[in-house]
């Protein structure tokens, strides 16, 4: 039989506790300030690619105990937290490595919240609680990797209620004298992360010690695990002992919930989250232009999101402010412009991070925020689902590129999208992580299928609602027009669209902003107007020939209203009706697509029905159609 915890602890043993620690505290403090070998070592990359000496798995949330989510909960955000301080740790060879020293005290102002500390044989709530199953870790891969253990102490009581792991596995540690202590004959690298499941612990060095050689020890003496089995923990959510002054049972009762983190309210994402649980926390930014127009007006941008009264809605609004007053600054600085859009993301993203609590243990994400909540950690032990409008950062880099150095005309806006080495590679490992990833876009479903992911939801795109008839207004004694849904950018198509149109009788309608490049029309009849103008009425095709295009709602609105587009598959329109693919950067494929829809106009009769839910009432605008592109 399991032996069980001592006597109920009293507010005097908890008091004389507390004396005691204070006690240790102090010493350990002045020892450690004579101590020359402890400092806190840097991250680093000379061992990334070493081999793996020893390596640890241990669950996150499963561990027999019922009724305590809350503080497993809690538990896991503290491993976020002090993973970060821990992951891609080099030591040199003869060095030691403190746990106390590399991850400095946990307090509730770094972030830390309550998880499980065991003490006097109990389960408590208390600050940083439940980073343990770090040091647990730790000296277990230490021991398999034949390092020296300077310094370990033992629990006082088992967490699971059944024999489970093997007893070395044991290092519990405790502000600042209770310390897990590593010393290894060789440089060797320290790995941590978390899955959604699972906390990973990897030793990397590029050589095994021969054999553990023998070392003056830190302290005089070394806490050794007992022989005898330990007893099990109560938990102060979970027994019966009413009685005890740690009883806290209100805590049973806070469970897991989801949250949705979102930044543009699009209709295909819409119809996805009305199927989804209204119970779920919403994360929104506030519409910069509704605060502007008039105060309070904001709530239109959260009418669409199904009613509950358990889900909570937190606005991001100083952070959409900021955003959207920086990126109309730089709206026409080219080759800044994108970088200020990342910026937006990251300030959107820092705002959500403040408000994630440690019971959200599932996320609906924007793709926009995902790089910037990998990087800080917010990920772990979470699972989530990526709401993907575009192609990974790093593949459209490399498109814009190859677009470059084929058309040397191109202007400066195919170099504009440029994002840093680190956020490409946090946004490509947290899209991996995904449990799912949903989209409407057709060669975003498709390049995700081809690498790898785990699940992609491919949804209709939604077309916006018509009138029952167009009325055309086209002049038979003029050339047919055609209408360019974009800006007049190169990474929409514009450079190709020029020379596709030259020597052809047509005429050209830009809706968004005009190019710079004063020689890029030559020849062509062309002329600027915006988006909320009569186009649909006039138009006799829609031509988009982008490398980039995430949002296509103008090309989407000329489906509706049965007016034949050219596009690439870089706009994610494959399977609509009406709709004819060209190669992006194809100039005489785009040629040949219009020669043949000018000479053989296709017959215009009432819109295209369809069968997703429509957005009556949905204007997209120019700030809408550009987002994110």
Known sequence: MESQVPDIPSRSQALWFWLRSRRQIARRTARNLFDRELRRWPAADELAGASVLAQSRTPLWADGREGEFILVAGKVHNLRLAARAFHAVEVPAGACLSFWRQLGRPTARRGFVAGREIREGCVVPTIAGGICQISNALAACAAEADFELVERHAHSARIERQAGRSEVQDATVFWNYVDLRVRAPVAWRLELSLSAHELVLTIRAKEAPVSPQPVRPVLSTIATVAAEPRPVARGCLSCEQTGCFRHRPALRERQGRTAWLLDART?????????????????????????????????????????????????????????????????????????????????????????????????????????????????????????????????????????????????????????????????????????????????????????????????????????????????????????????????????????????????????????????????????????????LSVADAVVLPAHVEHAPRAALAAVAAAIPVIATPACGLQGLPGVQEVPAGDAMALRVALQALLSFPAAVGSPVSSTAAHAPGHDAGPEELLLGC
């Open 267 to 535: 209709p295909e994402l819409a119809a996805h989250l009305r199927s989804e649980s209204a119970d779920a926390d919403r994360f929104l930014p506030v519409p910069a232009r509704a605060w502007l127009r008039r105060p309070g007006s904001g709530a239109k941008f959260v009418a669409w999101l199904p009613p509950s009264d358990q889900a909570q809605l937190f606005l991001a609004t100083a952070a959409s402010l900021r955003r959207a007053a920086w990126q109309r600054r730089w709206a026409r600085h080219a080759g800044r412009r994108q970088a200020s859009v990342l910026d937006g993301q990251r300030w959107l993203a820092e705002a959500y991070l403040r408000r994630l609590r440690p019971e959200h243990t599932h996320l609906l994400i924007d793709q926009g925020l995902l790089p910037w909540l990998q990087q800080a950690g917010a990920l772990g032990g979470r699972s989530y689902d990526v709401w993907a409008s575009a192609l990974p950062m790093g593949e459209l880099q490399q498109r814009l590129d190859r677009a470059r150095h084929g058309n040397q005309a191109a202007d400066a806006t195919l170099a504009d999208f440029r994002a840093s080495p680190a956020l490409l590679a946090a946004e490509a490992e947290a899209m991996r992580g995904a449990r799912r990833i949903v989209t409407a876009h057709a060669e975003v479903a498709a390049y995700w299928r081809a690498h790898g992911a785990a699940e992609v939801l491919r949804l209709p795109w939604t077309l916006p609602a018509a009138p029952a008839d167009v009325p055309r207004t086209r002049d038979p004694q003029r050339p047919p027009l055609l209408v360019f849904p974009a800006s007049a950018l190169a990474r929409k198509g514009a450079y190709e669209l020029a020379e596709a149109l030259r020597g052809l009788s047509c005429r050209l309608r830009v809706l968004g902003t005009p190019s710079d490049d004063a020689s890029l029309w030559r020849g062509i009849e062309v002329e600027h107007a915006g988006y909320a103008g009569d186009w």
